[in-house]
């Protein structure tokens, strides 16, 4: 089964599913899918932060505009 | 008058004899969120006598949507998993667009912030804080404010470090040179990434020399050096650079049938489809970016003839990744850090 066959029969799957429990699972190995490619890909220099930024619009614009990877990634200064 | 050739010669010994070396510290920085280090990551920092690993603790940066400067991605500390040998540097990179937006009166509250969430984080004691920040001219003033706050907050037994790029050492007058005790030269990322005639971006000796002339051992401030160990794929489209996917190597596309090497480290897409999980189209291009043990060792020694003479010096390889260390034996990374010396 290649790729795309199985990207295919993924997004059937999800598409009839109803359970919340799956569903929070499935967003948080997103969210952490996310994590990784961000920190893949922000390295301490200001080109790399750009490119970072671009990668960041391509994943919101993927997902939906719904939350940025920042917002994802923001904490607060609570200690 | 003529002098003997033995006295030339015996004065040359002379000179080789007596020309102090450098103390290289060696050191790596760990740039991932969760730092839980692997056998393999743990074996080198043994067998290379390491003594610092530069661990990125939090990015700080300007927040849209709430309109404040925030920590993002917080270190994960295991411990368990850290040589009790081997001290952690927390460092911070922060980015331009934090300073361009925040109002002159916050900057004393970041800088409380930051320190606060280092402490909070550190959970043993320090005694560096390594600060991570392109600046620019418009970020200049606000940075080494922040960094001179910070200084204050954490007090004189903790060391401030800052990252420097070439063009800031040369030129220190233009650029600013902040109020840190030591500055980490990130001898990478030096070429245009996003031109198609670029060979490496990461490492090109041909443009760092242009950046390093007999004024660089001015340089204000002591410098320690951080050298590449990463590699990546600049991936175009249409001529335009789109991505890098990183830890792509020539090895992994020459056994790819979709792909067609154009040149040493370069391929073209013949057959659309996924590569490390992205989807490649027909005639996209692909060049690969690394750097092999023999270019670190000519860094280094470009890097010894130019940079200020110093008695100890931190060389730091970017960065700790078992997958990385996979390239670069025990031996390889030895002899880069002597020829540092």
Same mark, same amino acid.
């Given at each position: 089964?290649?790729?795309?066959?199985?990207?295919?029969?993924?997004?059937?799957?999800?598409?009839? &599913?109803?359970?919340?429990?799956? &569903?929070?699972?499935?967003?948080? &190995?997103?969210?952490?899918?996310?994590?990784?490619?961000?920190?893949?890909?922000?390295?301490?220099?200001?080109?790399?932060?750009? &490119?970072?930024?671009?990668?960041?619009?391509?994943?919101?614009?993927?997902?939906?505009?719904?939350?940025?990877?920042?917002?994802?990634?923001?904490?607060?200064?609570?200690? | 008058?003529?002098?003997?050739?033995?006295?030339?010669?015996?004065?040359?010994?002379?000179?080789?004899?007596?020309?102090?070396?450098?103390?290289?510290?060696?050191?790596?920085?760990?740039?991932?969120?969760?730092?839980?280090?692997?056998?393999?990551?743990?074996?080198?920092?043994?067998?290379? =006598?390491?003594?610092?690993?530069?661990?990125?603790?939090?990015?700080?940066?300007?927040?849209?949507?709430?309109?404040?400067?925030? +920590?993002?991605?917080?270190?994960?500390?295991?411990?368990?998993?850290?040589?009790?040998?081997?001290?952690?540097?927390?460092?911070?990179?922060?980015?331009?667009?934090?300073?361009?937006?925040?109002?002159?009166?916050?900057?004393?509250?970041?800088?409380?912030?930051?320190?606060?969430?280092?402490? *909070?984080?550190?959970?043993? +004691?320090?005694?560096?804080?390594?600060?991570?920040?392109?600046?620019? $001219?418009?970020?200049? *003033?606000?940075?080494?404010?922040?960094?001179?706050?910070?200084?204050?907050?954490?007090?004189?037994?903790?060391?401030?470090?800052?990252?420097?790029?070439?063009?800031?050492?040369?030129?220190?007058?233009?650029?600013?040179?902040?109020?840190?005790?030591?500055?980490?030269?990130?001898?990478?990322?030096?070429?245009?990434? $996003?031109?198609?005639? $670029?060979?490496?971006?990461?490492?090109?000796?041909?443009?760092?020399?242009?950046?390093?002339?007999?004024?660089?051992?001015?340089? +204000?401030?002591?410098?320690?050096?951080?050298?590449?160990?990463?590699?990546?794929?600049?991936?175009?489209?249409?001529?335009?650079?789109?991505?890098?996917?990183?830890?792509?190597?020539?090895?992994?596309?020459?056994?790819?049938?979709?792909?067609?090497?154009?040149?040493?480290?370069?391929? $073209?897409?013949?057959?659309?489809?996924?590569?490390?999980?992205?989807?490649?189209?027909?005639?996209?291009?692909?060049?690969?970016? *690394?750097?092999?043990?023999? =270019?670190?060792?000519?860094?280094?020694?470009?890097?010894?003839?130019?940079? +200020?003479?110093? *008695?100890?010096?931190?060389?730091?390889?970017?960065?700790?990744?078992?997958?990385?260390?996979?390239?670069?034996?025990?031996?390889?990374?030895?002899?880069?850090?002597?020829?540092?010396?």
């Amino acid at each position: 089964m290649n790729i795309e066959t199985i990207k295919l029969e993924i997004i059937g799957w999800l598409i009839k &599913l109803e359970d919340q429990a799956i &569903l929070q699972k499935l967003i948080e &190995l997103k969210q952490a899918t996310e994590l990784s490619n961000y920190e893949g890909n922000l390295k301490p220099m200001s080109k790399e932060e750009m &490119l970072a930024r671009a990668e960041t619009s391509n994943r919101d614009i993927e997902a939906g505009g719904v939350y940025t990877i920042e917002e994802v990634m923001e904490e607060n200064w609570d200690v | 008058m003529k002098v003997p050739l033995f006295a030339i010669v015996l004065l040359f010994l002379f000179t080789r004899c007596t020309a102090p070396e450098t103390q290289i510290s060696p050191a790596f920085y760990h740039w991932r969120t969760r730092l839980a280090l692997s056998q393999t990551e743990r074996n080198y920092l043994h067998e290379l =006598n390491i003594k610092k690993l530069y661990a990125k603790f939090f990015d700080v940066d300007w927040s849209e949507s709430s309109q404040q400067a925030l +920590p993002q991605a917080l270190i994960e500390l295991v411990p368990e998993t850290l040589p009790d040998s081997v001290a952690l540097i927390p460092t911070i990179f922060i980015t331009n667009r934090t300073f361009l937006n925040l109002p002159a009166s916050e900057i004393l509250q970041l800088a409380a912030s930051i320190c606060d969430k280092i402490k *909070a984080l550190a959970k043993a +004691p320090f005694d560096e804080v390594q600060l991570d920040c392109d600046w620019s $001219e418009k970020t200049r *003033a606000p940075y080494f404010q922040l960094i001179e706050t910070m200084r204050q907050n954490l007090g004189p037994d903790v060391r401030l470090s800052a990252t420097i790029r070439l063009h800031q050492v040369k030129y220190p007058k233009q650029t600013g040179v902040p109020p840190v005790d030591r500055g980490m030269l990130m001898f990478y990322n030096m070429g245009d990434v $996003e031109a198609g005639e $670029e060979h490496n971006s990461i490492l090109n000796l041909e443009i760092a020399q242009q950046y390093l002339d007999k004024n660089t051992a001015q340089y +204000p401030i002591p410098l320690d050096v951080a050298l590449p160990l990463f590699s990546w794929g600049v991936l175009f489209r249409e001529g335009k650079m789109i991505r890098l996917i990183n830890n792509l190597t020539a090895a992994d596309l020459a056994r790819d049938e979709r792909l067609r090497a154009t040149g040493s480290n370069r391929f $073209e897409v013949v057959r659309s489809g996924y590569v490390d999980g992205y989807y490649l189209y027909t005639e996209d291009e692909i060049r690969i970016e *690394a750097v092999q043990t023999e =270019n670190l060792m000519a860094a280094a020694e470009l890097l010894k003839r130019y940079l +200020p003479k110093t *008695a100890q010096r931190n060389l730091a390889f970017y960065h700790l990744d078992s997958v990385l260390l996979e390239r670069f034996s025990l031996q390889s990374i030895n002899s880069i850090i002597k020829e540092m010396k």
